[in-house]
């Protein structure tokens, strides 16, 4: 669990570079292993959905509404993108979970998983660009401090396993 100050931008950066890691990896053994494999894609995607439902939450629930209500000015477009991703996001769950309920379909559920991922890696290279630079800059750090601490208590106490939170 991380103990010292961390800003909750980069809370949230380093939620995407764990992500990536683990899309990474769902790659590498859909490609070598192919069908034979979708089990361990499987649960490597069972992983990411379990991560991805908190970090959601630490965007839309923490981050957005701070930059909405307490920072003048701050254009409105940006969390609202990011959240119709979101909503689109959801959709790729979906699929993806009504691929895994029926573990004989692998290739759908490598096919569900393929788009899933380059949705995933798309919605993260926006936010990136498009909100998180300019939360970084607007937020003050002792007030990303405070949001992050906050965060990451409610996320441990939700009981979200600490291998997808920053030591
Ligand atoms: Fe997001
Ligand atoms: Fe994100």
């Known amino acids: ?3 010292t100050a961390m800003k909750i931008v980069d809370l949230v ?3 995407h570079a764990d992500f ?3 899309l990474d990896k769902m790659e590498r053994i859909a490609k070598e292993g192919g069908v034979g494999e979708a089990a361990k894609v499987a649960h490597e995607l069972s992983l990411v959905l379990q991560s991805l439902q908190a970090h959601e939450w630490l965007e ?3 981050l957005y509404p ?7 000015g701050f254009d409105a477009k940006a ?9 689109a996001l959801q959709g790729k769950v979906s699929e993806l979970k009504e691929a895994l309920a029926h573990p004989d379909a692998t290739l759908t559920l490598l096919f569900a998983a393929e788009i899933f991922i380059a ?6 290279a926006a936010e990136e660009k498009g ?3 300019s939360a970084d800059k607007r937020l003050p750090e002792p007030v990303q401090e405070k949001l992050a601490a906050d965060a990451l208590k409610i996320l441990k106490e939700a009981g979200l396993p600490e291998e997808f939170l920053p030591r």
């Open 60 to 62: 839309e629930e923490v």
């Open 119 to 124: 949705f995933l890696r798309e919605h993260m």
């Open 13 to 15: 950066r380093w939620m």
């Open 20 to 22: 990536r890691q683990r």
């Open 79 to 87: 969390p609202e993108e990011s959240a119709v991703g979101h909503r």
């Open 131 to 133: 909100i998180l630079d």
């Open 66 to 72: 701070y930059l909405r209500t307490r920072v003048p």
């Open 1 to 3: 669990m991380y103990t």
